[in-house]
């Protein structure tokens, strides 16, 4: 089944360095989405990068998508503490039975230390 | 900015009871989903809803649950009968377009807990 795979499961940084996390997905997809996700709480979309797009900016926020290797990744440059949080890709698949559905993947959990 | 709103943020209830969870979308919004993400585990997919009918539902979602949009404001998903493996935090969201696939923007959450 379309799977959004991150990795690493847990990061842990200083405050000021940039974070990358990854994501990798099996079957064709139509956009991909990033999201954030505090301790126990909603999940916040941060960005959407569709499949005709090799890169997008938000802020301090790079998403790349690569289709023929099937993986994206976030970058979170200059992190502050307020950035720990899980943070989980979520994918359409490009069409067919499921393309309503948002595939997520299990996150990588990402500490800014002080 | 307009956002995705849940009622209750908690709700505890007796194993076998009845529960509705409430939302409301985001008022220019189309499509309407559930999803559900039990402790420690993924966020998954339960169900869509689009012009007043379910468009996508996983295999979650089995009689014991449904969905309403009783009024224009409100998207309801109640289950039937709980059981203790329906504890999870239970996510309502919407998105704007006329078609997927599109940004879905999720509201806060409901923890819901049976016992």
């Known amino acids: 089944s379309q799977q959004g795979e991150e990795d690493p499961q847990a990061l842990s940084i200083q405050e000021g360095e940039n974070a990358t996390m990854n994501c990798s997905y099996k079957t064709s997809i139509n956009n991909l989405q990033w999201y954030r996700q505090n301790s126990g709480r909603g999940l916040v979309h941060l960005i959407l990068?569709?499949?005709?797009?090799r890169e997008k900016h938000s802020g301090r926020l790079r998403v790349t998508l690569d289709t023929s290797k099937k993986s994206s990744s976030l970058l979170i440059t200059a992190s502050r503490a307020a950035d720990t949080a899980s943070y989980f890709c979520a994918a359409y698949p490009y069409s067919g039975a499921g393309s309503y559905q948002l595939t997520f993947g299990k996150g990588t959990k990402l500490s800014v230390i002080p | 900015e307009p956002e995705v709103t849940q009622t209750p943020s908690h709700q505890v209830t007796q194993m076998g009871q009845e529960v509705i969870l409430r939302c409301v979308p985001i008022?220019?919004?189309?499509?309407f989903y559930w999803y559900r993400q039990i402790l420690g585990q993924k966020v998954e997919f339960l169900v869509s809803f689009y012009n007043n009918e379910i468009s996508e539902k996983s295999e979650i979602f089995d009689d014991q649950f449904s969905v309403e949009r009783p009024d224009g404001s409100n998207f309801t998903l109640k289950i039937r009968s709980t059981k203790l493996e329906d504890s999870a935090m239970y996510f309502c969201a919407s998105s704007e377009g006329q078609r997927p696939p599109d940004t879905q923007y999720f509201g806060p959450g409901t923890r819901l807990t049976v016992l």
């Open positions: 990068i569709r499949s005709n797009e």
């Open positions: 008022s220019n919004h189309l499509y």
